[in-house]
């Protein structure tokens, strides 16, 4: 499956990454892994864990107050947001 990023999700993902670089050396590069990971288990079971939309979907990223927000478009796993717990629910909703 192919994994495309929202231009706004990729940006949050390298600023989120940029910050836990930040707070110590290789945390960033863990975000990282982590958001490979949640990728890897969405590309096995693409219609879940939790359905928030008709078309949407919600992954939860291990270790971090992240999740992945995305949708199936044909053989493409499209990220709508990789979304920090801590901002506004829904702020990515006019995205797609």
Known sequence: MNVEFHN?????????????????????????????SALRRIEVNPDGPERIRPNLYRASIRRFPYSVIYGIRGETLWVVAVANHNRREDYWKNRQ
């Open 8 to 36: 706004e999700a990729a940006a949050e993902v390298r600023m989120s990454i940029g910050f836990y670089e930040g707070e110590r050396a290789g945390l960033g590069r863990e975000l990282w892994d982590e958001i490979q």
